[in-house]
């Protein structure tokens, strides 16, 4: 059986991946980031993505309530158990993380699969920093606790 993400059947690999969007705002139960202090209301900018990474048949999406930072693992997996819940469960062998989730905004313009992507930011003045490798580590762990095979893209 082919268990290679980028040739897989349907339902085997969720492919997560990361977008931006124009600045929307959301509410913060304490404030304290600087766009909430600037401006009065916190602003983010990060939406992600599941999408079956054998079909790309696009899965669920959702925009992080967040000042643009790198994620932590509970935020992806909060997005993750709401994806299975959205399509009645998780894939069957793992999922694959794009090079947007886990690169800062700088290693995406040296990446032709998400150069687009760190161009947005780029123009909107805004600086992303890598995935913390601890929050990467803590990821894996809870995913292969579901059984789930993990694979950074590029990595």
Do not use: C
Request: glycine share 8%.
């Amino acid at each position: 059986m082919n268990t290679s993400p980028s040739k897989s059947a349907e339902g085997e690999w969720l492919a997560l991946g990361q977008i931006f969007t124009d600045p929307f705002w959301f509410e913060q139960p304490v404030g304290g980031d600087p766009s909430y202090t600037s401006q009065g209301a916190s602003f983010g900018v990060q939406v992600l993505v599941a999408i079956d990474a054998g079909t790309q048949k696009f899965l669920h999406a959702s925009p992080i309530p967040k000042t643009p930072s790198p994620f932590t693992a509970e935020e992806i997996i909060n997005f993750l158990n709401a994806a299975f819940d959205k399509v009645g469960g998780k894939p069957r062998t793992g999922i694959l993380i794009s090079s947007s989730v886990w690169q800062s905004s700088q290693e995406m313009l040296l990446d032709e699969q998400s150069d687009e992507r760190g161009q947005i930011l780029q123009k909107m003045e805004i600086e992303i920093a890598p995935m913390h490798q601890k929050e990467k580590d803590v990821l894996v762990e809870a995913l292969r606790r579901l059984e789930l095979d993990v694979a950074f893209e590029d990595e």
